[in-house]
C-alpha cells in the first residue's frame, strides 16, 4: 500500500521530491519492521524472544522518527496533526520510560499500547497523503434532456 500511494502522489503531476521519498523510505522500514515482528516467536527466553523484543522496539524508534521527521518532511500540515502528533509521541515515549526504566508495564501491555498508538498515527498519516495526493478535481454529474 505504500508504493501504491506514493504511485498515486506521482500520478496526480506531483513531484516526488527528497521529502517524500524519505517518507516513502521510512514507511516501508515500518511495514517490514511490523512483518518482522510476528517472524520471530516471543516465546520467553532463548534468541528468537530477545529478537522479537529488540524488532519491537525498533517499531517504537521508527515511527517516533516518523513523527518528529513528518514536521520537516512533509508540506503543509495542519495544526491538528501537528498537535496529535505531538502528543502520540509524547504517549509513545511515557510508555517506552514506563516499560524499560520504570518496569511499571508488562510486555505485553507495552507492546498494546505502543501499536495501538502507532497504528492511529499511521492512519492519520495515510489520510494526510491521500488528501496530499488528492488533484482537487471534482466531478459532477450532468443529465442533459
Known sequence: SVDYLFNWIQMSQK?????????????TLFAIDLGAIGVFANNGNGWQHHLHDKIAMWLVYIVLVMIIGSFFLLDNINKEF?????????LMALGYILFMFVHYLSLTAFEIIEFGLAFTWLIQLLQFLRRYADTGDEVFTVTVE
Open 15 to 27: 513531484k516526488l521530491t527528497w521529502k517524500l521519498w524519505a517518507m516513502r523510505i521510512l514507511m
Open 82 to 90: 501537528i498537535l496529535t502528533s505531538i502528543v502520540e509521541a509524547g
